[in-house]
C-alpha cells in the first residue's frame, strides 16, 4: 500500500498549486513536440484517451479553444466519497488553472472502453493519453482503435508510466517525485521478490513493446524519457542484479511517443 503519509502530501501538493504547475509544464511539452507537425493556433478535434479523474489534461486543453473529448471508464455518473473527493480535487485544478467552472451541458465526456472507441473512423487531429496506457490490458487493440479514430496526417501524442521504473508497480506512492521507500521494501521490488503486491491493473509491458507496436500502425516522430526517478538507488549491484533491464528503463518514470497516422 501507499504511504499512509501520501494523503497529507498530496493534500498540499494541490494545494500549493504543484500538481497544477506539473500539468501545465506537460502540456507545455506536449505543445512543443507538435509544433512542427500540427497548429495547434486554432481549434483542433482532440481526444484524451483515459482521461483519469481529474481530467487535467481535457481541461487545459479545452480552455485553450479546442473541441476535446475524453474516455475513461470513470467518467459513468457515481456519488461516492470518493468521486464527491475528486470532484472537489477537480475544481481545486480549474481554480488553480483560472479557469470558471465548465457548464455541465458543454461537457463532452464519454463512458467507454479504450479499445473499441464509440467514434467515427477519422474523427479526430490528434490524440493524447498520459499515464494511461500501463492499465491497458489489451494494448494492441487500444492502438488499433486510436489509428482508425485519427485523421490521414493526425497525431498521438502518449505518456506512458513505465513498468520498468521504480514506481511502476503504482505500489510504492501516488505523490511524485519518489523520495522515500517503506521499510523493508528494497527499491525495484516489483522487478524482483515482489513483495509489495499490486492495487492496479498493469500490462508490465517493456519500453521496446510500446515502441513496437506503436510503428506497427504509425509513423513515429519522436520518443523520449520526460521524466527520470530512482536514480540514487540504483546501485552499480543493483544495476548488475536487473541486468535483463537498461539503465534507461529502470529509471525513465514517463515515455513519450509522438507518431503520425500516414495517409
Not at 58 to 71: F, P
Request: with cysteine; glycine share 6%; charged share 20%.
Amino acid at each position: 500500500m501507499p504511504f499512509l503519509s501520501d494523503y497529507p502530501r498530496y493534500a498540499l501538493q494541490m494545494l500549493r498549486g504543484e500538481r497544477s504547475a506539473g500539468e501545465r509544464a506537460q502540456l507545455a511539452d506536449l505543445q512543443r513536440d507538435l509544433a512542427a507537425c500540427i497548429d495547434l493556433s486554432y481549434p483542433r478535434d482532440i481526444l484524451d484517451l483515459a482521461n483519469g479523474r481529474l481530467q487535467p489534461q481535457y481541461a487545459l486543453l479545452k480552455a485553450t479553444g479546442h473541441r476535446v473529448y475524453g474516455i475513461d471508464y470513470v467518467n459513468r455518473p457515481a456519488h461516492s466519497k470518493t468521486d464527491l473527493a475528486y470532484l472537489v480535487a477537480r475544481q481545486i485544478y480549474r481554480l488553480q488553472q483560472g479557469l470558471p467552472p465548465e457548464p455541465r451541458q458543454q461537457r463532452t465526456l464519454v463512458c467507454g472502453d479504450v479499445g473499441r472507441l464509440p467514434f467515427p473512423d477519422a474523427a479526430f487531429d490528434l490524440v493524447v493519453s498520459a499515464a494511461a496506457f500501463e492499465h491497458f490490458l489489451d494494448v494492441p487493440a487500444v492502438v488499433a482503435d486510436l489509428h482508425r479514430v485519427l485523421r490521414p496526417g493526425g497525431l498521438a501524442w502518449i505518456a506512458v508510466h513505465l513498468f520498468s521504473c521504480i514506481t511502476g508497480g503504482h505500489n510504492l506512492t501516488f505523490t511524485y517525485p519518489v523520495n522515500a521507500l517503506p521499510v523493508g521494501v528494497e527499491p525495484w521490488d516489483h522487478l524482483r521478490s515482489r513483495c509489495q503486491p499490486f492495487t492496479v491493473p498493469l500490462n508490465e509491458w517493456r519500453k521496446d513493446q510500446y515502441v513496437a507496436e506503436f510503428a506497427h500502425h504509425l509513423e513515429l516522430i519522436k520518443i523520449y524519457c520526460r521524466t527520470r526517478e530512482g536514480e540514487q538507488w540504483l546501485t552499480p549491484a543493483l544495476e548488475a542484479e536487473l541486468s535483463a533491464y537498461t539503465r534507461d528503463e529502470l529509471t525513465c518514470g514517463q515515455l513519450v511517443i509522438v507518431a503520425r497516422k500516414t495517409g
